[in-house]
């Protein structure tokens, strides 16, 4: 296994949607535990292709010890109408968490690593998670999600953390 290379905020590859991935084979398969890998070494729950710079639609989560999935290609169908306030923060930009309001229940598709197609429903912090990934995919980076102060509190603050 592989552990690639995190790009950090504010990297402009973080602000470009992603393509469809092409074809479920082995090269997949392999880029998808070497984002596990990854994710597991920044630490953190989630991780896209993105963040290591592939603008694929692929995304890993694993939300306890041993229970990763991998999502090929993920949409979101529904959101609930109830909402969420979860803590969030990214492998490009750690140690920043801010609380962010996004849907606590959604419907999704997304295609396994062997390519078969799925429909679930996702709630709480899963579907937070998913979520936040997903946005990511669409080149909308955590951030994005907070008020233009509370963005721009954070990054002041992460400039003068980073020297």
């Not at 880029?31 to 592939?54: K, Q, S």
Request: proline share 7%; aromatic share 6%; hydrophobic share 40%.
């Amino acid at each position: 296994m592989t552990r690639l290379t995190i790009l950090r905020y504010p990297d402009p590859r973080l602000s470009q949607p992603c393509l469809p991935v092409p074809a479920f084979d082995a090269e997949l398969r392999q880029l998808a535990e070497d984002l596990l890998d990854t994710m597991r070494a920044a630490p953190g729950v989630g991780i896209t292709a993105a963040h290591v710079g592939i603008p694929q639609r692929l995304f890993v989560l694993e939300l306890s010890p041993g229970s990763a999935l991998f999502y090929v290609n993920p949409e979101i169908l529904s959101f609930g109408n109830e909402s969420i306030r979860h803590q969030e923060g990214s492998v490009s930009m750690p140690g920043v968490t801010e609380e962010v309001e996004r849907p606590a229940s959604i419907r999704l598709r997304f295609h396994d690593l062997e390519g078969k197609l799925h429909e679930e429903d996702a709630q709480g912090f899963r579907a937070v998670c998913i979520q936040h990934e997903i946005d990511q995919l669409d080149g909308i980076f955590w951030l994005k999600r907070l008020s233009r102060l509370k963005r721009e509190r954070l990054i002041r603050n992460r400039q003068k953390q980073m020297g």
